[in-house]
């Protein structure tokens, strides 16, 4: 039986995913499948990943969806992965040649029920590690490494399955297509830490119009969906009150861009989060200016 789902929701990204396609040619071990999301593109996909499905030496699934954003994919994938690991590739990124080698013969020699999954490094095309390495121990926790360590890089999560699918669907708000699906891995993280493993399981390719370079604008165009974010994020009982502070200061913002009434009686952290308002109103105007010039430019 197949270990390991590499999954991939994607977007009109036919001129880009041909790169995690030949990374996956070229894996060193074929314990794995490609299971590819299509959120409803109108390019070449379809047309690309059926003719890699006859000509590929490994299993690859294609699933097209009405266009929903990221966190929509991850739940289609997930609810569709029957393997024990699962992890996500971006469509414009793609794996070093031994990465499923080294996650597989990892999870075999260190994994049990006691950890979530895996976590590797992100490197940037020219060879470094996005934040450098992770702390030199056996397991961490997600939020030990964003507030104790500071850890400021990007990273590559590997998951059990079957604990992915017990936080399945996210959440969806109406024309909103931000919703981060880091949502999930944060719910996980209240339970169980992951193992670390400090080698490279992908090389990122940001995109101009990616997730991680209009953020102001998803703030804003999707509010309620990071207003559920910071609630969770406020109830993290691991967490440190200026963690949750932020989160407050956040929460206040996005609710404003929301036009939410009820803002105050749905957070988990009512208090910290009065004390938060100007804060957050200040934030408000910052993102409401920052987004305005660049739509203008």
């Not at 950890?115 to 060879?127: R, V």
């Not at 998803?218 to 440190?240: C, H, V």
């Not at 004390?275 to 739509?295: H, S």
Request: include cysteine.
């Amino acid at each position: 039986m197949t270990t390991l789902t590499i999954f991939t929701p994607t977007y009109n990204r036919a001129y880009c995913l041909h790169q995690g396609y030949e990374a996956l040619k070229r894996q060193t071990c074929k314990d794995f499948m490609w299971l590819v999301i299509d959120d409803g593109s109108t390019d070449k996909t379809r047309e690309l990943v059926e003719k890699w499905q006859k000509e590929a030496d490994f299993t690859i699934q294609y699933i097209y969806k009405e266009n929903g954003g990221l966190h929509t994919g991850y739940n289609v994938a997930i609810a569709n992965i029957t393997t024990e690991l699962s992890v996500c590739i971006d469509s414009d990124d793609f794996m070093p040649d031994d990465a499923v080698e080294k996650i597989i013969t990892f999870w075999q020699q260190n994994g049990n029920d006691e950890y979530a999954g895996i976590i590797g490094l992100d490197f940037l095309l020219n060879g470094k590690a996005v934040g450098g390495s992770l702390p030199d121990k056996k397991s961490i926790h997600l939020i030990e490494l964003n507030t104790k360590y500071k850890y400021k890089g990007d990273t590559k999560l590997v998951y059990r399955t079957e604990i992915l699918k017990r936080h399945i669907p996210m959440p969806t708000f109406h024309n909103e297509k931000n919703f981060n699906p880091i949502y999930i891995m944060i719910q996980i993280d209240e339970y169980l830490p992951l193992l670390i493993l400090n080698e490279n399981f992908c090389f990122v390719n940001y995109q101009a119009e990616g997730m991680a370079n209009n953020i102001l604008h998803q703030y804003k165009n999707s509010p309620n969906s990071f207003a559920e974010l910071r609630r969770l994020n406020m109830s993290l009982k691991s967490a440190p009150k200026s963690f949750k502070f932020m989160q407050a200061i956040h929460y206040v913002s996005s609710c404003i861009f929301a036009r939410d009434r009820d803002w105050l009686k749905k957070s988990p952290l009512k208090i910290l989060t009065i004390f938060a308002i100007p804060f957050g109103m200040v934030l408000f105007i910052y993102i409401q200016l920052k987004t305005v010039k660049t739509e203008n430019n």
